[in-house]
């Protein structure tokens, strides 16, 4: 991939306690494909996965005993246009979402989650204005009228 010196985005690492189960999460429940992984002495301890849409990519990286894997501050941001059915499908396999899709003051609809490490998970749609600042004054706008 020829980037002309500019700085890309290659995948985000996530560590985990347990990568079957973090891979079970993303896999299974999300619908991430798996492109890697590594097992050490039969235990899994990689994972590169890639979103179901799109070219992004996570890894999941088993973390030490006595490593924390908490990660405040950081959040994951996943787009899906059927947001409300995407979550309706997660709560049917018996998956808690901490906060059902809502529209955003920023006009995007968001719904959260935690994967099993407690990682912060958004999913959302933003649809025409994923890419504009200009949001925030339309929803300051419509929040005075």
Wanted: with cysteine; glycine share 8%; net charge positive.
């Amino acid at each position: 991939m020829d980037t002309e010196g500019r700085l890309t985005f290659n995948h985000a690492m996530i560590y985990a306690k347990d990568v079957d189960r973090g891979l079970r999460f993303y896999r299974d429940l999300l619908g991430f494909k798996l492109i890697e992984d590594f097992r050490y002495e039969g235990t899994q301890v990689y994972a590169r996965l890639r979103a179901p849409g799109g070219d992004g990519t996570i890894a999941l990286h088993q973390a030490g005993p006595a490593v924390s894997v908490s990660s405040e501050g950081v959040r994951l941001y996943f787009e899906v246009r059927d947001l409300d059915n995407f979550c309706r499908k997660l709560q049917k396999r018996g998956f808690y979402i901490t906060q059902l899709p809502r529209m955003m003051p920023w006009g995007w609809r968001h719904a959260y989650l935690n994967d099993p490490d407690g990682h912060e998970i958004s999913l959302y749609w933003a649809g025409e204005n994923r890419m504009k600042k200009t949001v925030m004054e339309a929803a300051r706008k419509a929040a005075r009228t």
